[in-house]
């Protein structure tokens, strides 16, 4: 079964760190770009951030630029996200998703992990 | 990086048909034939519905169609059933390798 799972999530203080997993299961990792989108309480999705399939090439959305991290591990079918210098506008669920680079489209949602920034 | 714009909201009764707008810019919609819908219903993850404009992914209903006109793209949803309430969210890359989502629709189903 193709699968997603992430993990990491939790309640930190502003200006804190957090470092997301999402693990990936029934596909060939290593052939996907995958992304992060994020989702605050009661809103919409957002786009967070990109990587292509081997990790050399990555994109952020301006909110996020300069404070998080996109990466992966292929050899453990891994993707990360390194938060830094988090803030309570960063309260969202975060996913992780499938690339289908072709199709331009996301097409394997993982369920998500609530990351919480408040003091 | 600004959102495309969809309703708020949608509604329609069991059976109806009812259409969804997303609209971008001739940066982005306008110049892509590359908008992706997607379903979601309350507490789960999304799941693709519609791919380059009007492709549907296997296992996607039929009744599910998308269409494109400038700069807004359109999701159709034919023979409304219950199971199809939920939110609808578009998408589209915008260039400089970033993407963007619209603002979400909720449907209703009366």
């Known amino acids: 079964e193709v699968q997603l799972v992430e993990s990491g999530g939790g309640l930190v203080q502003p200006g804190g760190s957090l470092r997301l997993s999402c693990a990936a299961s029934?596909?060939?990792?290593?052939?996907?770009?995958m992304h992060w989108v994020r989702q605050a309480p009661g809103k919409g999705l957002v786009w967070v951030s990109r990587i292509d399939s081997v990790g050399k090439s990555t994109s952020y959305a301006d909110s996020v630029k300069g404070r998080f991290t996109i990466s992966r591990e292929n050899a453990k079918n891994t993707l990360f996200l390194q938060m830094n210098s988090l803030r309570a506008e960063d309260t969202a669920v975060y996913y992780c998703a499938r690339y289908l680079w072709k199709e331009v489209a996301f097409d394997i949602w993982g369920q998500g992990t609530m990351v919480t920034v408040s003091s | 990086q600004s959102a495309l714009t969809q309703p708020a909201s949608v509604s329609g009764s069991p059976g109806q048909s009812i259409t969804i707008s997303c609209t971008g810019t001739s940066s982005d919609v306008g110049s892509y034939n590359l908008v992706s819908w997607y379903q979601q219903h309350p507490g789960k993850a999304p799941k693709l519905m519609i791919y380059e404009g009007s492709k549907r992914p296997s296992g996607v209903s039929n009744r599910f169609s998308g269409s494109k006109s400038g700069n807004t793209a359109s999701l159709t949803i034919s023979g409304l059933q219950a199971e199809d309430e939920a939110d609808y969210y578009c998408?589209?890359?915008?260039?400089?390798?970033?993407?963007?989502f619209g603002g979400g629709t909720k449907l209703t189903v009366l």
């Open positions: 998408s589209s890359y915008v260039g400089s390798n970033t993407w963007v």
């Open positions: 029934g596909f060939t990792f290593s052939s996907y770009w």
